[in-house]
Each structure stands twice: as C-alpha cells, then as structure tokens.
C-alpha cells in the first residue's frame, strides 16, 4: 500500500502536536521527581537516614561522652585510692599498738600477782597472831606496795601510749591524713564527679539520650556511689576506732589511778598507821577501781558506737541514695548495659570486682568486731567481778572489824585470795588474747598485696590506675 502524500499544513499540525507532547512529557517528570521527594519511604530508610545525619552532625557530641565518662572513671578511682590510703593509714599502727598493750597488761599484770600473793601470804602468816604481823609491818605493806606499782606501771604505761597516739595525730594532720582532712577530700572528689555526671547528661540530651547512653550513666552512678558508700564506712570504722583507742586509755589510767591511790595506798597507810578503818577505806578504792573495770567495755564500746552514729548521721543526707546500694546493683545494671547494645567495658568489671571485695572484706571485719565486744564483756566481767569481791570484803574487815584484828587479819587475806582470781584472769586474757593476734597477723601476711582489697598495690586498682592515667 503507498503513503499518501503529506500537504505543508497537515505537516505544521503534525509538529505543533509533537511540539506540545514534548512539552508534556517535560513537565510530567518534573512533577514525577517533585512528587518522590515528597513521598515517604519505608521506616528503615529513615531510620538509617537520620543515623547517617546524626552521625555526621552529632560525632563531636559522642567524642565529648567518652572524654566525660574517663574522666568520671579516673574521679571514682582516685576515691578508691584514697579509701584505701586513709584505711592503711589508721589500721597500719594497730598490729605493733595491740602488742605493745599486751606488753603493758602482761607487765602490770605480772607485778599485781606477785604483789597480791604477797599480800595473801604474809596476812595468813599472822592472822592469828595480829602482833606479830604488827611488829613487823614492813612485811605486811610489802603485798599493798607491789599492787601499787603494779597499777602506777600499767597506769604510766597507757599513759604513755596515750601521748604517742597525741603525737600521731598530729603528724597525721601535718600529713593531710587525718580524719577531716580527709572528709574534705572526699567531698571535693564527689563534688567534681557530680558535676561531670551532670555535664555528660546535657551533652547526651537529657531525657532524650539513648538507652545505651542512659544505661552506662547509670553504670557511672552505680560506681561513685559505692565508692561514697565505701567511704563512709572507711571513716566511720575510723572514728570509731579513735574513740575505742582514747577510751581505753582513758579507762586504764582511772582503774590504775584508783586502785593505786586510794586502794593500795589506803591499805599501806592503815598499817603503817595501825588502823584497821584506812585499811577498810583502801578496800573501798579497790572497789570503785574494780567497778571501772568491770563497766570499761560498755563504756568503751559504748562510746565507739555513739561516735559512729553521730559520723554516720554526718555522712547519711550527704550519701542519702548511695546506702540503698551494693556491688549486686552494680553487677546487675552492668549486665543491663550490655543487654542494650553497650559495650562490655572492662573499666566497669575491674571497679565491680574490687568495690565487690572490698565490701565483703569490711562486712567479715564488721562480724570479727562484733565477737570481739560480745568477748570483751565477757573478760573484763572476769577480771573486774573478783576485784569487786575484793573490794568489798576487805571494807567489810577494816570497817566491821577494826577492834578485832585476828578477823580482820583473816578477812584481809580472804580477800585477797578472791583477788588472785582477778589478777589470774587478767594474765589467761593476755596470752589467749596475743596468741589469737598474732594468729590473725601471720594468716594475713600470707595474703599477696596484690590480692588484699585496700591494698595499694591491688591488682584491680593498679590496673584502673594504669588504664585511666
């Protein structure tokens, strides 16, 4: 079939016609490419968009986070360090203290015996013939006399510690190591680790952060809050142990003072004297020494207890969310962490194991302390119930039998055989006391430092050392 020839005018309306299809099919993919700019696309697509975008605008910001977050580690470790420095430093003198103390009681102890048995020996010798004993009262004062030294010894002795311990103090001042130097410390560190805590929240957005990052803050919490945590125990224990140390010495000086004057030298000025009522007045100052003896651990331990509550008080608003938690919060809300999407950040393991066995290793010392109190009651009841027996039958021969010295003579020695009980008391305490130390010493010299909690050379603390200098 043959084409029909094309006229000019039907091939003008031809081209204007492809002229306009041209012009259509333009704006059609304009429209096309306008309308997919504007269509959204699947949820993943957008997701991995705004990722991309805030990676790119946001990297300062995840830069920032880590620098924060090494430098709140490095915060929470030099806490630690300082827990374990302050603890070395109060507990380091305790081992040669409790042997030089047991030095002193063995020494005092040593001297009251000898000096009692006399006293028993020679009252025997001449309770039936009071004249003789009279005649020869040099050897009837000997007995009093030795007590005397035994108490004005063991006195001068405590005394003596008790203005070293003065002394230590003060240096421990000039050190900064002292008890409110280091408080200061403390406080200073949180300060400085709370601010940064609040600083890496504004730079993480506030409530809009990540879960990562709201799980790893959490993580941070966890940690300078057991280290406040641990630190409040450290410096309780402290105070308390001040307390029990001046206590003491305190406690000793009065029983030594009033068994010494009023007791021993009652009973030597009443023979020297011939007068069996001084001698019934000496039994009333080894009374009210015995009495002393007898109270000591309440008063001692007593006075340990409410200094602790009132720096714990001190301590407790200060550390309000911190006494909620243990190293069990820690572990929990580090596994959490890694649950997320966080990573396993080694940092984090090494302050949960050592916060870990720290806390264990002060809750074994909290129950060794409990056993020794519940002892101590026990013991000193021991040695102060016969000297209070004592006490009181030798009054009872001064005073009730003044005009007849054979019972008085009898009922002195009587006495003084119950006072031996004391006095044997005293020495067993002694030796079962120092064996049980030097016991615990050797087992703790077996233990590495790198292995001991507050040592400084603990292998966790060295490792956070070198990781975050």
Not at 106 to 134: C, E, H
Not at 372 to 388: C, D, F, H, N, R
């Amino acid at each position: 079939m043959r084409a029909l020839p094309l006229s000019a005018k039907q091939l003008g309306g031809w081209g204007i016609m492809a002229s306009k299809g041209i012009k259509l099919l333009s704006l059609s993919m304009a429209a096309s490419v306008a309308f997919s700019t504007l269509t959204p696309v699947s949820g993943q697509e957008v997701a991995t968009d705004v990722e991309l975008r805030g990676s790119a605008s946001h990297g300062s910001d995840v830069s920032s986070l880590e620098g924060i977050d090494r430098k709140i580690l490095a915060k929470e470790m030099e806490l630690l360090r300082l827990n374990a420095e302050f603890r070395t430093h109060y507990l380091g003198p305790q081992k040669w203290k409790k042997r030089r103390q047991k030095f002193y009681d063995a020494t005092g102890g040593a001297i009251a015996n000898a000096g009692d048995v006399t006293l028993m020996s020679q009252f025997y010798r001449y309770w039936k013939n009071p004249g003789d004993g009279l005649a020869h009262k040099g050897r009837l004062e000997a007995g009093p006399i030795i007590v005397m030294v035994a108490y004005l010894t063991l006195g001068g002795l405590y005394a003596a510690e008790g203005a070293y311990d003065l002394v230590s103090d003060y240096r421990s001042t000039r050190k900064g190591m002292d008890a409110h130097s280091v408080y200061k410390r403390a406080f200073a560190l949180k300060g400085e680790m709370d601010s940064l805590l609040t600083e890496r929240n504004q730079t993480a957005g506030g409530t809009s952060q990540s879960v990562v990052s709201l799980a790893e803050e959490k993580v941070l919490r966890d940690i300078r809050d057991l280290a406040l945590l641990e630190f409040s125990r450290v410096y309780v224990d402290s105070r308390k142990l001040k307390a029990t140390r001046d206590l003491t010495t305190l406690g000793t000086i009065a029983v030594c003072g009033t068994g010494a004057f009023p007791g021993a030298l009652g009973v030597v000025r009443g023979l020297r004297n011939i007068n069996l009522k001084q001698v019934g007045g000496g039994g009333i100052g080894f009374l009210i020494s015995g009495s002393t003896l007898t109270a000591a651990p309440v008063l001692i331990h007593g006075g340990a207890y409410i200094t602790g509550k009132i720096s714990a008080a001190k301590l407790e608003k200060a550390l309000a969310d911190a006494n909620v938690k243990s190293a069990a919060t820690l572990d929990k809300d580090i596994r959490r962490l890694v649950q997320v999407g966080g990573s396993d950040n080694q940092n984090y393991t090494a302050f949960s194991k050592l916060l870990a066995d720290r806390q264990k290793l002060l809750d074994k010392e909290k129950n060794r302390h409990k056993w020794e109190v519940l002892e101590s009651l026990a013991s000193y009841a021991a040695k102060g119930g016969p000297q209070i027996a004592f006490g009181t039958m030798l009054t009872r021969a001064g005073y009730k039998y003044y005009t007849d010295p054979v019972n008085a003579f009898r009922g002195v020695a009587r006495s003084a055989v119950v006072n031996e009980v004391s006095w044997g008391n005293w020495m067993l305490d002694v030796v079962q006391k120092g064996t049980r130390d030097e016991i615990y010493n050797f087992r703790q010299g077996k233990i590495a430092p790198a292995d001991a909690p507050f040592s400084l050379k603990n292998t966790d603390l060295v490792q956070l050392e070198n990781t975050l200098k």
